[in-house]
């Protein structure tokens, strides 16, 4: 465990360059998930790894790996929804439309349309969500093991699950099956009444 400044700022370097490039594959998720440009995802790393410097003596020197990297990875969803915020408050955020992974002349309006939509009616049903099964989905949705989740929070992986299961019930129930239908989104009867 280190014991002076010194031994921390190099426990610190060599967590950051064994970890660099999962964490800046994580900070762009987030960076789209948030309807964020791509290079949002840099200052998104950035700003958590200053959050996890500032932490790093007291709660994460001496910590497993997959301790510190839930930690990042928590702050990194706070700045994100930050960054988020800030920027609609501006008029700034991107499209939603722009992360579907198609070209603008093969995506037609209504393509675009519902692309938009169904980011809306998540975001909206994510809100209502209570603050830490949101996190929970959040962090789930980034790929976060599950294992990281249970360290950052102090749960059991069992509880994590749990609430995850819990947290998708909610927004299958609060965005409501006619909706999903119309999006396209959920599970699709063949005659005989069976799921596909």
Known sequence: ??????????????????????LASVARRYAGFSGLPEAAGK???QDALCIAWGAWEKELAGADCGRRLAFVYVAMSYKAREEQRSRRRAGELHDPSDMVNLEEKEASYEDRHLARSALRVLADAMAELPDEERLILDLAIACVPRGQIAAQLGLTGTNVTTKLHRAREKLRRSIGPDVLAELGIGRVRNPTGGAQ
Do not use: T, W, Y
Not at 2 to 7: A, I, K, L, Q
């Open 1 to 22: 465990m280190p014991v002076n400044d010194e031994d921390l700022r190099r426990d610190f370097e060599a967590f950051m360059k064994e970890n660099d490039r999962e």
């Open 43 to 45: 200052d998104i790393a």
